[in-house]
C-alpha cells in the first residue's frame, strides 16, 4: 500500500467519522436511553481484538447482550441468543451496534474498511499466512462482513456452530481479506462502504415486505 493512498485513508476515516458522531449524536441518544430501558447495564460494551501489528485494544459497541454474556456462553453469537436483549436483536440486525466504533477510527485504531478485528481466542489459531491481516488497520466492515452477513442465522443451523466457525466460516474470511489487501485502494474501499449500505438497506426493504 502506497503512502499516498494511507494517508488518503486516514484523512477520509477522520472525516467521516467526526460528521458520523455529529450528524448520528441523535441517534445515538436515543439509542442510548433504548438500551438503558429495556435492561439493566451500561450502555456501551467493550471487548478485546486484535489490532494491527497484533495489537490488543478494546473495541466500543452499543450493548446487545445482557452483562453476563461472556460468563454464559461462546464467544459467538447465534441467532435466537437467549443473552441477547430485546432492542440489542433490533440493533444487531441493522448493525447500529457497531456504529461506536467511529471513536475507534478516530482514535487510529480501526479504519471505515478493512478486515473486521477478531478475539485474541481465535486469532491464536490463524497460520503465517493468515497472519497478514495484522499489517492494516481493521476495519468497520469489509467484504467478509457483507458475504457474512447472516452469520448468526448460518451458524444457529449447525450442531457445532464454534467448529464450522473456526474451520470454514474465517478461514474463508481471512481469505477475502487477504485479497482485500493485496488489492486496496480508495476506489475498492468506497465500493465496500457502498455495499454495506445497500446490504443494510436491503435488510430494511425484506423487512417492509
Known amino acids: 500500500m502506497s503512502r499516498r ?3 488518503m485513508k486516514r484523512l477520509f476515516d477522520l472525516i467521516c467519522s467526526v ?12 439509542i442510548a436511553i433504548w438500551i438503558k430501558l429495556d435492561s439493566k447495564g451500561p450502555v456501551f460494551f467493550r471487548q478485546q481484538r486484535v489490532g494491527k501489528g497484533g495489537e490488543v485494544f478494546s473495541i466500543y459497541k452499543f450493548r446487545t447482550m445482557r452483562v453476563d454474556a461472556e460468563r454464559c456462553g461462546k464467544q459467538i453469537t447465534l441467532a435466537n441468543d437467549s ?3 430485546t432492542c440489542g436483536a433490533a440493533l444487531r440486525k441493522y448493525k447500529l451496534d457497531e456504529l461506536p466504533q467511529l471513536v475507534n ?8 474498511v478493512g478486515p473486521r478485528p477478531e478475539v485474541p481466542a481465535y ?6 499466512e493468515q497472519k497478514k491481516v495484522y499489517s492494516v488497520q481493521p ?3 469489509d467484504e467478509a462482513s457483507i458475504k457474512y452477513r447472516n452469520e448468526n442465522e448460518l451458524l444457529h443451523s449447525t450442531e457445532d456452530s464454534e467448529r464450522i466457525y473456526v474451520e470454514q ?11 482485500y489487501i493485496e488489492s486496496a485502494s480508495m476506489g475498492k474501499d468506497l465500493e465496500i462502504i457502498m455495499k454495506t449500505l445497500l446490504a443494510v438497506v436491503k435488510v430494511k426493504g425484506e423487512d417492509g415486505g
Open 5 to 7: 493512498y494511507l494517508l
Open 19 to 30: 460528521l458520523g458522531l455529529i450528524l448520528l449524536s441523535p441517534a445515538f441518544l436515543f
Open 83 to 85: 443473552r441477547i436483549t
Open 105 to 112: 477510527i478516530i482514535k487510529g485504531e480501526m479504519s471505515l
Open 139 to 141: 476495519g468497520l466492515t
Open 123 to 128: 486469532v491464536r489459531l490463524y497460520n503465517e
Open 169 to 179: 466460516i474465517m478461514p474463508d474470511k481471512l481469505r477475502i481479506n487477504l485479497q
